[in-house]
Structures are given as C-alpha cells and as structure tokens.
C-alpha cells in the first residue's frame, strides 16, 4: 500500500478554504489541529513553495488544479486564495461530457460514478518525486532472496544489498533505516518489525506498488462528517450559499524502488457536488536485512510527509 499524506492534506486544504462554521472546524482539526485560519493557509502556501523549488538535486513537484463546470460560479474571494496561496490552476469543463471527464482522469484517479450531473467542482492535488540514493545499491549485489510474507508463506524477491553506514535507530520492537537521497533533503525510512533478525550489511527488496481508494470512511472517522451530509455541510465560503458538499474524495498512489533510487507519484481529487432539490538517535552502523512486511515513509527534512505505506508483498 502506498499514500500521500501531503497530496491529500493539499487538496483538503483546498476544501477548508472555502468551507464555513464546523464544516471548516472538522478539516482544520484533521489536517492542522488547533492551528488558525491563517497559519494553516500561510503553512500550505510554504509548502506549495518549497515543493516547487527550482535547482534541486531531485525531482520535486506539485501542482493544484481545479476543474469547474462551466457557467458555474464561485466567490472571487475564494478563487483568489486557492490562486496566491496553492498556486491554483483553473479549468472550465462540462462534467456530462465523456471526453471532457476523461481529461480529468488524466490528472486525477476517479471512480466510475464519481462524477455525474451534479458535480460542480473537482479540487485537485497531484504530486512527483523522483531521487537518485547518496549511496547506490550495486546491481551486481542484487540476488534473489526470501521474503517473507506471513507464517508459512513465503516468495523469492530480487534483494538489493550494500554496506555503509546509514541512519539507524532500534528499540525492543522495530528497526529503522534512514536512506537519504542525493542533498539529504528527502529520505526514505524503513520501519522493519522485529520478528525476524538479519543476515549482515543492509538488505531491501526492489518494490513496486500501486494502490487507488476512496478516502471517505477514513476521513469521516477522522472527524470530517459535515463536509459528507448534504444537510450539514457549509461551503458557503466558495459560492455565497449553502449548496455544495462533498460527494467523494479519491486518492491514488505509486512507488517503485531500485538500486538507483525511487520514483513516485500520487493525486487526490474532491468532488463537490451540487446539492440536489432534495436535499530519535541515528549514530550506529547496524544489521538490516528487509525480508518481511514493514512500514515505509519518505519525508523532507522539514518533516513533511511526501509517501507513506506498507510493503506487505511483492509481485
């Protein structure tokens, strides 16, 4: 499994710039806890910056884009915010049109019915990143080697390998592996449950993986409900009136993982939709050898979480 967890605050913050009341208190508190209305529009801002930061030693980019329906209006106020402070693109588009929905598609993972004759706005994130290691894994170390799945199951995966001294931290129950990229601005860290003990040196699979959802059962259990109901939600902030909600936020996701680096990639898309009439210490060179499931996070050094997930198999 893989996730952005920065694409999807990105686009939700999108959402909360133009919602009102609890509506607006139930994404703030999710994506931002008890920041303000202007540090949270001033922190995605910094953070639109720093993604599209020029003259980097990797590939770092993101880019929001909203598509409207055509005619369709919406506040200046708001349509001003998502321009200064998450450097908005705006496209005007016919959601009954199949040709014009498959342009959206092209940007943004969508479910077959998400989009219908109500849909009024699609709020949009996309992400990429793209790193070569500081330290390369050596193709010719790479072997095929055991992982292992779960008890009594098991496969042959190709297992990159290298000796170096890397960030490291243990305790009782997990290792953690810090692998930097080219500048040591990004690093991906390797989360290795300790139920099983390695061989020497550090040992990772080569990995591949894809994964597309529906985030609304994870964010309504995170406290964004009103946002969902047609009866609560209060977008007021985008259009005047109370006659928007959202009807599904998507989320896809890919990583792939090999001697020279990673690669990897993510969008979210907010459907609005009309409402109808109705209504640690890191100083020891240490033993890591990856040959079953762990957890992985690739983050900036400011902390910001670009890819987050698990690696539980390998096809």
């Not at 915010?81 to 959601?95: A, E, S, Y």
């Not at 940007?107 to 949009?124: C, E, H, P, Q, W």
């Amino acid at each position: 499994m893989i996730i952005s967890p920065i694409s999807i605050s990105i686009a939700l913050a999108m959402c909360y710039a133009g919602a009102k009341n609890s509506t607006a208190d139930q994404i703030s508190k999710a994506i931002a806890g008890d920041a303000t209305n202007n540090e949270i529009l001033d922190y995605f801002s910094s953070v639109m910056i720093q993604l599209n930061l020029r003259n980097k030693s990797y590939e770092l980019d993101s880019a929001n884009r909203i598509y409207v329906q055509e005619k369709f209006q919406f506040l200046q106020n708001y349509k001003q915010i998502l321009t200064d402070k998450f450097q908005g693109q705006f496209k005007n588009i016919d959601f009954i049109n199949s040709g014009a929905v498959a342009q959206v598609k092209t940007f943004v993972f969508l479910y077959k019915n998400a989009i219908d004759g109500l849909t009024r706005m699609i709020l949009t994130n996309a992400i990429y990143f793209k790193g070569t290691w500081e330290y390369k894994f050596e193709k010719g170390q790479t072997k095929q080697k055991t992982f292992y799945l779960a008890e009594n199951r098991e496969q042959k995966v190709p297992m990159m390998k290298i000796k170096n001294p890397f960030p490291y931290y243990e305790d009782d129950q997990v290792q953690v592996l810090g692998l930097h990229y080219k500048s040591q601005e990004v690093v991906l860290y390797v989360v290795l449950p300790k139920e099983r003990f390695g061989l020497n040196n550090v040992e990772l699979p080569r990995f591949k993986i894809e994964t597309e959802l529906s985030l609304n059962n994870a964010l309504k259990q995170l406290g964004i409900t009103d946002a969902f109901d047609q009866q609560s939600a209060d977008f007021s902030g985008m259009t005047g009136s109370r006659d928007l909600y959202v009807s599904d936020v998507v989320h896809k996701a890919f990583i792939v993982t090999s001697e020279e680096g990673s690669e990897a990639a993510a969008a979210t898309g907010v459907v609005m939709t009309f409402m109808s009439p109705n209504g640690g210490n890191f100083d020891q060179l240490k033993t890591f050898h990856a040959d079953h499931p762990f957890f992985y996070t690739l983050a900036t050094r400011q902390g910001d979480v670009l890819f987050s997930g698990t690696v539980a198999s390998l096809d």
